[in-house]
């Protein structure tokens, strides 16, 4: 059995989650790599309906071991929350650990994103506000706290004492604000490493061990390949990869051991927070696609921005994470348009572009260059095989996959797990 990462293919609320949890039936482990409680999983399974932040989608098998690895920030009180709150339900987390060289999301973290999103006025990000990329930044800095720390707590004294020592200085006296105190987050801190220290492992040979087993392994992703730092829309990104390479590094696994990276899209496009989105739709078909999809943020209930399928970014994408095979989600929310389109080049400056720019300054001023294709005007949430699907709506998948150039293996109609048309097998 082999490893597959599941990669969020565009902006993030791909529809990862769903992909997880249906392929998870067969999964040993499942371990999310990257990001942190900013991510919103949304999962609708025999347990209920679940937006989960941190704790991955594999949760709900009955034997999945669920890995959260070194790449992921973790807010311990949100992670708590979730724990509870999925025990609650009658979820056994029994078979969840976090890897103890994960980085923590600090209070000062989540004050800072806001101090520094109010700094940047007009040019704010729109950030989820959860301390990402302050805990981030710390990590690069070396500044940062680690699960593993919290496992020893006079070393965790001494290092929260030198670093909030300078953060409570810049709280101070560049921002102006009250200083944290030393005794509360300390106390604090202590409390969650006591509620996570059976959690806490070193993760990346039970990762190892897995593998060599010949054991079905998936990777979650988080965000999407279009909010990575180095290729997404630099600065209005999030802070940790989202990519399959970040797989590798916020996993703790080597290239050569990941046999499928499956790009997962959504059938049309969304963005939450600002930057550029070249084939934002802001009339009455963005404003349909937002209402019938009920497109708002799992995790700060953000409306989020809608527009035609991206072809030219889609490619970008899949370039950059080199996708085996996609699955196309939310297909059904294009059912009752009479006509598509399909964003497959930009013009720039009177010149027409064929590949997604560097700059946000440039992606802003691209005007989308459309090609439209017949809609299909008839449901399809209750179709389970593909060649049941409308011909337009075949067409329109085709089309699709040659720009990504990887087969779309997978289509989702519905919210639903068994809202799913399985062309070929994933594995
Ligand atoms: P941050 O990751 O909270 O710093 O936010 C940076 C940017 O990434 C903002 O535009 C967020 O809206 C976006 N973002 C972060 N996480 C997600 C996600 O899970 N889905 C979609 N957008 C996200």
Redesign the pocket.
């Known amino acids: 059995m082999p490893v597959i990462a599941v990669i969020?293919a565009q902006?993030?609320?791909e529809g990862k989650g769903k992909v997880v949890d249906l392929l998870t039936e067969k999964a040993e482990m499942v371990v999310r790599f990257s990001?942190?409680d900013?991510?919103?999983?949304t999962v609708i399974n025999p347990w209920g309906k679940f937006a989960l932040h941190l704790v991955p989608a594999g949760i709900f098998s009955p034997r999945a071991v669920c890995l959260i690895g070194n790449g992921v920030v973790i807010n311990p009180g949100a992670l708590i929350d979730e724990i509870e709150l999925l025990n609650r339900s009658g979820v056994d987390t029994s078979r969840l650990f976090i890897s103890d060289r994960a980085n923590l999301i600090m209070p000062y973290h989540i004050l800072f994103?806001g101090l520094e999103e109010k700094w940047r006025g007009g040019k704010a990000?729109?950030?989820?506000?959860?301390?990402?990329?302050p805990a981030f930044s710390d990590k690069a800095a070396r500044l940062g706290i680690r699960t593993g720390d919290l496992l020893d707590k006079e070393a965790l004294l001494e290092r929260l004492h030198s670093i909030l020592d300078y953060k409570n200085a810049i709280l101070t006296k560049v921002y102006g604000v009250s200083p944290l105190s030393l005794d509360e987050v300390y106390h604090q801190y202590c409390q969650y490493g006591e509620c996570l220290a059976p959690y806490i492992r070193e993760t990346t040979g039970m990762l190892e061990e897995a593998v060599n087993r010949g054991e079905l392994v998936l990777l979650e992703g988080?965000?999407?390949a279009l909010?990575d730092p180095d290729f997404g829309t630099y600065p209005?990104?999030?802070?940790?990869s989202p990519l399959a390479g970040g797989g590798c590094l916020g996993a703790g696994i080597g290239p050569s051991r990941i046999n499928a990276i499956l790009g997962v899209f959504k059938a049309y496009c969304?963005?939450?927070?600002?930057?550029p989105m070249p084939t934002e739709l802001d009339d009455e078909t963005g404003h349909l696609i937002r209402e019938r999809a009920q497109e708002y943020?799992?995790?700060?209930g953000?409306p989020?921005r809608c527009g035609w399928f991206d072809a030219v970014a889609a490619r970008f994408s899949a370039r950059i994470n080199g996708f085996t095979a996609a699955a196309i989600t939310r297909l059904d929310i294009l059912d009752t348009l009479p006509r598509l389109k399909l964003c497959v080049g930009y013009k720039l400056d009177g010149k027409t572009i064929d590949y997604f720019p560097s700059s946000v300054g440039a992606l802003d001023r691209c005007q989308p260059i459309y090609e439209e294709l017949p809609g299909w005007q008839v449901p399809t949430t209750h179709i389970r095989r593909y060649e049941q699907l409308p011909l337009q709506a075949r067409q329109y998948i085709a089309r699709l996959e040659e720009f990504i150039a990887c087969p779309a293996n997978l289509v989702c109609v519905g919210p639903e797990r068994e809202q799913s048309i399985l062309r070929k097998p994933l594995l």
């Not at 900013?38 to 999983?41: E, K, P, S």
């Not at 209005?236 to 940790?240: D, Q, R």
């Not at 969304?270 to 930057?275: E, F």
């Open positions: 969020g902006w993030g609320d990001g942190g900013n991510a919103g999983h994103d990000i729109g950030t989820t506000g959860k301390g990402i990329g988080a965000q999407g909010l209005y990104t999030t802070s940790s969304t963005r939450v927070g600002s930057g943020g799992a995790t700060t953000r989020r």
